[in-house]
């Protein structure tokens, strides 16, 4: 299934232990690369990173912008960037995407009226809304027939919005036919009513 998402296009596809990493970091967690293999052994991944790999795989990620280092030789440290956690929203996205096989008759609705004084949390919203393929109802309501509504509650917690961001999860909405018709062209294996 070829995914559509948005502005926000990326050159090449990460591989399994690039992801981890960039999971691993995005607990807002500042970590070293000894700190990085001892998750390795404690998750006990599927792929093993000596320290020379580690660090190999660590500097990519730094060189593409997704992780910052802090700090010099063994007192780096290292953490997620924006533009990190973008992509693994994006990533995050591509999974759900891929492992629904059917469609569980639920309409997601995101409701906002945020002020003035929180724009920055209102760009943030509608550029997720987008990025996720959310289809706009009026023009602070937004739908979607998937489970994507974490990305929201973690938008609501982080900047403390929740009077201001709604969420609903309904199988009794009426959507009109025209958003109906999108979704299920975007999705035809789902069969969206």
Known sequence: MILDMGKYIWPRQLGEATIWYLEILSGKRKLSIDALIAEQIRDNTTFRHNRDKARRRIVYLVNTGLVKKSGRYQNAVYELTDKGLERLEQLSMQKLRARVDSWDRKWRLV????????????????????????????????????????????????????????????????????IVAHFQRQYPKLHIK
């Open 111 to 178: 409701l906002f009226d945020i002020p003035e004084s929180a724009r920055l949390a209102r760009d943030q919203i509608r550029r997720l809304l987008k990025e996720l393929g959310f289809q706009q109802l009026q023009l602070s309501v937004w739908v979607h027939p998937l489970p994507c509504l974490e990305y929201f509650k973690e938008i609501q917690r982080a900047y403390g919005i929740a009077d201001h961001l709604f969420i609903v999860q309904s199988s009794e909405v009426n959507i009109p036919r025209s």
